[in-house]
T-cell receptor
Framework: DAGVIQSPRHEVTEMGQEVTLRCKPI?????LFWYRQTMMRGLELLIY????????DSGMPEDRFSAKMPNASFSTLKIQPSEPRDSAVYFC????????????FGPGTRLTVT | QQPVQSPQAVILREGEDAVINCSSS?????VHWYRQKHGEAPVFLMI?????EQKGHEKISASFNEKKQQSSLYLTASQLSYSGTYFC????????????FGSGTRLSIRP
């Protein structure tokens, strides 16, 4: 299996622009997670899905952030408009089920907003 | 609530042992341990479920004390490859609960 696939790997954009991050989970996994990692705040869970349904989005920082999972093999995290404080590494992870199973992390997308 | 990890950082010489602690202020259902090397994604090490179990993989093991809401990760005879940041993640008792990660413990191994 190719593992969790994320794109792009690096994104540099200007403040105010829309940013879309993409994730393909491991085939057969039912849970998908979006995390943000910064030096100051560590590894934060933004939102997670079970069977394509958003379960908990309490970690989404603001209305500027939105996430979708239209099918079992694809998810997006969108930031509109982006701000410099959104600069971070965004990880997508998937697991067979939420909680009792290990999460497999993708390589991450390093986002820089100038 | 984010679990508290200690120490925040530790430096060892190759072959020495280390213990990383993780504590929570709420009742736990499970504890997860991950290791992240610089510039890479976190990688799963082990999950411990309630019941005070211990698990181990080679020279890395962990314990979970449900009553104290604590878990410890033990690294024995550390190797250079053990360097990285170790995160514990805790899950509460709700069936829909999420895993909350601690702030991490940075482990550096010197030859």
């Amino acid at each position: 299996d190719a593992g969790v696939i994320q794109s792009p790997r690096h994104e540099v954009t200007e403040m105010g622009q829309e940013v879309t991050l993409r994730c393909k989970p491991i085939s057969g996994h039912n849970s998908l997670f979006w995390y943000r990692q910064t030096m100051m705040r560590g590894l934060e869970l933004l939102i997670y899905f079970n069977n394509n349904v958003p379960i908990d989005d309490s970690g989404m920082p603001e209305d500027r952030f939105s996430a979708k999972m239209p099918n079992a093999s694809f998810s997006t995290l969108k930031i509109q408009p982006s701000e410099p404080r959104d600069s971070a590494v965004y990880f997508c992870a998937s697991s067979l089920m939420q909680g009792i199973h290990e999460q497999y992390f993708g390589p991450g997308t390093r986002l820089t907003v100038t | 609530q984010q679990p508290v990890q200690s120490p925040q950082a530790v430096i060892l010489r190759e072959g020495e042992d280390a213990v990383i602690n993780c504590s929570s202020s709420k009742a736990l259902y499970s504890v997860h341990w991950y290791r992240q090397k610089h510039g890479e994604a976190p990688v799963f090490l082990m999950i411990l479920l309630k019941g005070g179990e211990q698990k181990g993989h080679e020279k890395i093991s962990a314990s979970f004390n449900e009553k104290k809401q604590q878990s410890s990760l033990y690294l024995t005879a550390s190797q250079l490859s053990y360097s990285g940041t170790y995160f514990c993640g805790t899950e509460g008792h709700s069936s829909a609960s999420k895993i909350i990660f601690g702030s991490g413990t940075r482990l550096s191994i010197r030859p």
